[in-house]
């Protein structure tokens, strides 16, 4: 199985940036394809972001496209989202996942999980 811990969440302002790491330890990390959720206050956990095992494969929700950016260091067993013009609406806790399912991936399939890391977005 693999280990994942997020770091890099915080407060900033609307407008502003971060930039949320996933460590993975345990096995293979590029065994796995990876994605990013999040979870706001009173809301059921959506899906942010994924790619796939060789970071080929892309996948962003609608609400995040052309603002967040995901990206995977194999070598360095990293997960990498940028989040640029951020918004109050983006405020939730991060998780970073990963699933052994090649092709495409429901949140079903996601089976390692993070504890998530907090973003707030201030207005």
């Known amino acids: 199985q693999v280990q994942l811990v997020e770091s890099g969440g915080g407060l900033v302002q609307a407008g502003g940036s971060l930039r949320l790491q996933c460590a993975a330890s345990?096995?293979?990390?590029?065994?796995?394809?990876m994605g990013w959720f999040r979870q706001a206050p009173g809301k059921e956990r959506e899906f942010v972001a994924a790619v796939n095992r060789i970071g080929l494969s892309i996948y962003y929700a609608d609400s995040v496209k052309g603002r967040f950016t995901i990206s995977r260091n194999n070598a360095a067993h990293t997960l990498s989202l940028q989040m640029n013009s951020l918004k109050p609406e983006d405020t939730a806790v991060y998780y970073c996942?990963?699933?052994?399912?090649?092709?495409?991936?429901?949140?079903?399939?996601?089976?390692?999980w993070g504890q998530g890391t907090p973003v707030t977005v201030s207005s």
């Open positions: 345990g096995r293979t990390f590029s065994r796995y394809a």
């Open positions: 996942a990963a699933s052994s399912v090649v092709g495409i991936v429901a949140e079903k399939d996601y089976k390692y």
